[in-house]
């Protein structure tokens, strides 16, 4: 069965450009989540999704990022007026319905890096 | 804030030997925890979790123990072979919701 999806898995972006990041939970999964992973770091979490609500968006670092979630589906993260700190792995997570604790499913991330 | 850490940052054992990584946590509310593994350019593999109500959970060749009163958590790998070499990761959740991570630990296996 397929995975989590993300893409692209690299994107290469100038200074003040905006980026959008896509993300394909698998079939089924009503949770969905956004991380941020920097070089030999560990999973800094930025937005988590219920369905098409976000009832936690508290890692989100500043206003330039948001995130949506259409359709119980497929979420997009868009950075506007990327910044060189921005650079980084980006990884989207999905997990079961109905289960309080079920374990998240990664993608491969989108590497992110602003020039 | 609350926050996951991880004893050893990084961790040299031989092939066949028996591997521990170890993890402590701040949050005595949390509930739920699991263990990830991460190789280079890939997403985090789900490896095996524990709820709070258990102190010990086993999968092949991996095992989790829960120690409460401490807060701390350990991964177990039995056996352990070139293709464990990876960087592992410990997660905690409170009541539902995200999964706060540590910072990880590099397994290196010597063959």
């Known amino acids: 069965g397929a995975g989590v999806s993300q893409s692209p898995s690299n994107k290469v972006t100038e200074k003040g450009k905006d980026v959008e990041l896509r993300c394909d939970p698998i079939?089924?999964?009503?949770?969905l989540y956004w991380y941020r992973q920097s070089l030999g770091q560990g999973l800094e979490f930025l937005i988590y999704?219920?369905?098409?609500?976000?009832?936690?968006k508290s890692g989100l670092p500043s206003d330039r990022f948001s995130a949506e979630r259409t359709g119980g589906s497929v979420s997009t993260l868009t950075i506007q007026r990327t910044q060189q700190e921005d650079s980084a792995v980006y990884l989207c997570a999905s997990s079961s319905p109905g289960l309080l604790n079920s374990p998240l499913h990664f993608g491969n991330g989108t590497r992110l890096t602003v020039t | 804030g609350e926050s996951v850490g991880l004893h050893l940052p990084t961790l040299s054992v031989q092939e066949g030997d028996n591997s521990i990584i170890n993890c402590a946590y701040s949050?005595?509310?949390?509930?739920?925890f699991i263990w990830y593994k991460q190789e280079s350019g890939k997403g985090p593999q789900f490896i095996i979790d524990?709820?709070?109500?258990?102190d010990k959970r086993q999968g092949q060749r991996v095992t989790v123990l829960l120690n409460k009163t401490v807060k701390h958590l350990s991964l177990q790998i039995a056996a352990t072979q070139p293709g464990d070499s990876a960087v592992y990761f410990c997660?905690?959740?409170?009541?539902?919701?995200?999964?706060?991570f540590g910072q990880g630990t590099e397994l290196s296996v010597k063959p």
């Open positions: 949050n005595s509310a949390s509930d739920y």
């Open positions: 999704f219920q369905g098409n609500s976000a009832p936690d």
């Open positions: 997660a905690e959740r409170v009541g539902g919701g995200k999964l706060i």
């Open positions: 079939s089924g999964h009503t949770a």
């Open positions: 524990i709820r709070s109500n258990m």
